[in-house]
């Protein structure tokens, strides 16, 4: 009996050891289970489709090739065009700023959303994703249960907020996608003849007619894991953010593994964002002779941090291990245009390639890294500048004069429309499209205008910029009964939203108000509902202490 009492008493103590250290267990384990359930060959060569062995007509003469770059959390402040050098102020990114020397910067360029999957759905459909129901990002359903852990074990002020019988209830990752009945400018350019190719991150679904090569991509090289390397690889350098949730949410699910129109999956060759580059040259290489459509979807500089030992050992002069290891991805971003603008010279077909450089939100809070969005308040996750205000560039120098600059409002449902009138293709009139042609205004025409509302919204979280005006409004769930906060900044003489003016501008509040109640009687309810809400510093990073009175809003997905 005695034994028996010692026995339950060990078994007793182990387990309650185990749940309190659950989330650390959860974080060594699952990396291991998800290796052991992946079935990953070693790398295996990409066969693009190749065509024509000679041109009919001259590169000049043909439809132009359009090549979209789009990256992934890069901050504002992450090239050197906008703040005379990235990271601490040393590293420069020359070829994404040369994209603006040789075209057109967009200063008040805007993301979609202020998170990856609906900005992407927007891009790629020139409609508001809010129209068809892709108002969150898909997540593991692992991720708020993570949030929750941590929420146990270590309350903040103010708490993330997780439903978990929601959680529950979610969908597999794969079945949270974009309608396939979507009209993508993959399958607009497909009806005008052009060859299209995907390479990187979808993020817009895997099942029921929603990978890429079932959206009008002719060739897909899928991101299918969110590693740039294993972990333990030698000629990779981690940083890691202890003690984030969506930190070791990646960390935990991650895995290093590519797709091919679908195949098995396997592993990648060398660095991720190196990779993808290798991989675009190739397709410019094989499709050199017809027009063609590129979207190349990098990963960087999206977490988890990991540099390549030889970008982050060209960065010794930066002394932060974690800001080091960030200027080693952007470095590699930028190498990555390099190589695309060196393989449209070779092959003659730069002058009449519409190149377009921008990224799906701003840079995240979560990373720990202070200035990625300065000198706009906010990230990722929020609609304050920081959140959406993103690079914008577009070069194409057979239409497009060189160093041209547009201040006034660019939305990224307008590539949609502007790749379509530069290809002359057709563009659905079944529907209702949001977004304009921005060519007229990188042209200098004279009546060209891109004044109209402009909206974001995600759950309760939304805002409309009107004339320079713009308010942001969203639920304050941690104080129930409490009505929604609301933010007026007028844009046109505060862009960095220094000054609330919602106390002093009630007529103001309430004019956007009644343009965001019109649009929002055009969208529809969101496809699956909306589980964890996670509070968003404006002013500081995730790492840093809360105060009281420090701004946050709560971000619903």
Partial sequence: MKKLAITLALLMAAGYTGWQNRLDLLLWAAPKLTELRSSIAPNQPVTWSQGPEVATQAPAE????????????????DISLTNGGAADGSLQTPSIDSLAAAGTQFTNGYAANAICAPSRA????????????????????????????????EPRTPPVLVDLDVTASLPPLEELGMPAEEVTIAEALKQQGYYTAHIGKWHLGTGNGTRPEEQGFDDSLYMKGTLYQPADHPEVVNARVHGDGIDNMIWATGT????????????PDGYLTDYYTREAVKVIEANRNQPFFLYLAHWGVHNPLQASRADYEALSHIEDHRLRVYAGMIRALDRSVT???????????????????????????????????????GWKLSHFEGGTHVPFLMRWPA?????????????HIDLFHTIAAAAGAPVPGDRKLDGIDLLPAMRGEVDANLQRPLFWRQGHQQSVLSEGWKLIRA????????????????????????????????EKVAELEALLAAHNAEQVPPAWPSAAQLPILIDKTTNEVTEAGDTYLYWPN
């Fill in 62 to 77: 043909r439809p132009p090739n359009v090549i979209l770059i789009l990256a992934d959390d890069l901050g504002f402040n």
């Fill in 122 to 153: 927007s891009l790629m459909t020139g409609r508001y994703s809010t129209r068809f129901g892709f108002e969150y990002t898909p997540i593991f359903k692992l991720g708020p249960r993570i949030f929750q852990w941590m929420e146990d074990l």
């Fill in 399 to 411: 239409q497009i004069p060189a160093g041209g600059t547009v201040t006034e409002p660019a939305h």
């Fill in 256 to 267: 290093y593994a590519a797709q091919f129109n679908g195949s098995e999956p396997f592993a």
């Fill in 475 to 506: 639920a304050q769930p941690d104080k129930p009964g409490a009505g929604p906060q609301k933010f007026l900044f007028h844009l046109a003489a505060d862009p960095t939203e220094q000054r609330d003016l919602s106390a002093e501008q009630p």
């Fill in 339 to 377: 190589k695309i603008n060196a393989a449209l010279e070779k092959h003659g077909l730069s002058d009449n390639t519409l190149v377009i450089f921008s990224s799906d939100n701003g840079g995240a809070g979560y990373l720990g890294l202070p200035d990625l969005n300065k000198p706009y308040r």
